[in-house]
């Protein structure tokens, strides 16, 4: 059983880029969640997949984006990167069975740095 | 909107000391809580849950609805267990709220 991995560890874009951040989910999980982790706070939900459809989605705006891929990967996009976007951007994949809630377990995070 | 508030960022003890790490949260519903651990170079961690109700690395909290806390406590703290912590609330979409978490520090 393989854990969730992220790719890249590190990146540095400019202010108006676009990035894209991979996930691969655990074994076994259909769930795929996203969160930002600016220094010094906790982690901040940004939004859920599930069965390839958003699942859900925290107080971010319309330039994050996702996808999520039939083997439950997982891609976060964001446009028009500004500076308060460089953060460690962490994935998380569960089993979510209806009418029960599962652990998350996350990846070890891509570290966006916005110039 | 769920909230959890962690009111200690850095929590400094001796070896051998009690710790309690502080939690508590607000939401209408039924909470499912989690205590998570990022030690130094690793990635965030499932301590424990809740619902669970395990001692994982000595490691224990109790949900008090009354005073809607959660508050993680270990009797006598290791150097190993230096680390930040973090509550977590899930709610009822199974997404987490996390508190802005505790740099737990041990002394020798």
């Known amino acids: 059983e393989t854990g969730v991995t992220q790719s890249p560890t590190h990146l540095i874009k400019t202010r108006g880029q676009q990035v894209t951040l991979r996930c691969s989910s655990q074994?076994?999980?259909?769930?795929v969640s996203w969160y930002q982790q600016a220094l010094g706070q906790g982690p901040q939900f940004i939004f859920q997949y599930y069965r390839e459809e958003e699942n859900g989605r925290g107080n971010f705006p319309p330039r994050f984006s996702g996808l999520q891929f039939p083997n439950y990967s997982s891609e976060l996009n964001v446009n028009a990167l500004e500076l308060d976007d460089s953060a460690l951007y962490l994935c998380?994949?569960?089993?979510?069975?209806?009418?029960?809630?599962?652990?998350?377990?996350f990846g070890p995070g891509t570290r966006l740095t916005v110039l | 909107a769920q909230r959890v508030t962690q009111p200690e960022k850095l929590l400094s003890v001796f070896k051998g000391a009690p710790v309690e790490l502080k939690c508590n949260y607000s939401y209408s519903g039924s909470p499912e809580l989690f205590w998570y651990v990022q030690y130094s170079r690793q990635r965030l961690q499932l301590l424990l849950r809740h619902i669970s109700r395990e001692s994982i690395k000595g490691f224990t909290a109790d949900l008090n609805k009354g005073e809607t806390s959660f508050h993680l406590k270990k009797p006598f703290a290791q150097e190993e267990d230096s680390a930040m912590y973090y509550c977590a609330l899930m709610d009822a979409g199974n997404m987490l709220t996390f508190g802005g978490g505790t740099r737990l520090m041990v002394k020798p």
């Open positions: 998380a994949s569960s089993l979510w069975l209806a009418g029960d809630t599962d652990t998350q377990y």
């Open positions: 074994s076994g999980h259909n769930t």
